[in-house]
């Protein structure tokens, strides 16, 4: 079956670097647009960058543009999200997921994605 399992979470100082990863298996990676995801406490889950299926097109959210880059490894069926300059508010459970699709442009709209990650946490600490 398909999985999607997080990786690289934890306690981090305000203005760290995380790295979080998500390792797919059960589906062809190459063939899925991936996305990432998170929710903070209390609030709903919001998008985060998202990755079309070979890389060619990425999109990052404008409070972490610049800070945050999504990018894809296809032959290791991984996706990774780097986290520069953590500020606290971004505290929350980040989760991976993909969505069936080789077209070119990359989707927001959690509705899109079909299978998802148990999630990871980040706490940004002040």
């Known amino acids: 079956q398909v999985q999607l399992v997080e990786s690289g979470g934890g306690l981090v100082q305000a203005g760290d670097s995380l790295r979080l990863s998500c390792a797919t298996s059960?589906?062809?990676?190459?063939?899925?647009?991936m996305g990432w995801f998170r929710q903070a406490p209390g609030k709903e889950r919001e998008f985060v960058a998202a990755?079309?299926?070979?890389?060619?097109?990425?999109y990052v959210i404008d409070s972490a543009s610049g800070r945050f880059s999504i990018s894809r490894d296809n032959p290791k069926n991984t996706l990774y999200l780097q986290m520069n300059s953590l500020r606290p508010e971004e505290t929350a459970v980040y989760y991976c997921a993909a969505r069936r699709s080789t077209l070119g442009r990359t989707s927001t709209r959690q509705d899109d994605y079909g299978y998802w990650g148990q999630g990871t946490q980040v706490t940004v600490s002040s």
């Open positions: 059960g589906l062809i990676f190459s063939l899925y647009g």
């Open positions: 990755v079309n299926y070979n890389g060619g097109s990425t």
